[in-house]
């Protein structure tokens, strides 16, 4: 229903927004305003999308139907995290030589760390939500689903937390914690200070957050 689809989205979305800003890069501050507009605009675009993708679902077969949470998951996901971490698209984040010391700060590598967690989420997402609906499409035209559909809630539940304790590692582990890139891809006033400060420097690293 509309109503159940709203409040669990916002309940998922004020989690996923509270676990993308305690796992954020970077340490520029922000207000209290900024942080609550930030989580206004990541829940209310996550639930305006979901609402928009179950529209659709009606139109749609039922086996295809079953994939829309995930659309609607995979979309929340591409506007929670960067809405969450703008600040460090907007002031950059800490980026450093092998050595650890500090450089400067750049939004480049804040665009590609966040794009980095947004396909880490997805990722993430894919199995749980992509597998368990196939294989309950089958369950539920057998016999005896029909007679017991109060199995339907625990092995939907079962197979998705099963899939969960897999992807969560392994997307995770989809990008180093401590990324990378070229000092080309910099800004050009931080690739100039970095040249100046140490010329050998090629690559920088960061912490991308999770």
């Known amino acids: 229903t509309t109503p159940a ?76 995290i960067p809405f969450m971490r703008q600040r460090e698209l907007k002031y ?11 450089l400067g700060e750049s939004a480049n590598a804040a665009k590609q760390a966040i794009v980095q967690v947004v396909v880490s989420r997805i990722g993430m997402a894919v199995p749980a939500m992509a597998i368990p609906p196939v294989i309950m499409n089958s369950l539920e035209k057998r016999a005896f689903m029909k007679r ?3 199995l339907n809630a625990p092995v939907q539940v079962g197979l998705v937390g099963l899939c969960l304790v897999f992807a969560t590692p392994l997307c995770c582990a989809l990008f180093p914690q401590k990324s990378s890139m070229s000092v080309s891809g910099l800004e050009a006033d931080l690739q100039e200070r970095i040249r100046q400060l140490t010329p050998e420097t090629t690559t920088v690293y960061f912490n991308k957050g999770l």
Request: aromatic letters at 10%; hydrophobic letters at 50%.
């Open 5 to 80: 689809v709203v409040f669990w989205q916002w309940v998922n979305q004020s989690f996923n927004a509270i676990v993308n800003y305690t796992n954020r890069s970077g340490d520029a501050p922000i207000t209290v305003n900024q942080l609550g507009a930030a989580y206004v605009s990541a829940t209310t675009g996550a639930v305006v999308t979901a609402l928009g993708l179950k529209s659709l679902a009606t139109r749609l077969p039922p086996i295809v139907s079953r994939f829309v949470p995930f659309a609607a998951v995979a979309a929340a996901n591409c506007i929670n």
């Open 92 to 102: 950059g984040i800490p980026v450093m030589d092998e050595n650890g010391n500090r």
């Open 148 to 150: 017991f559909p109060i």
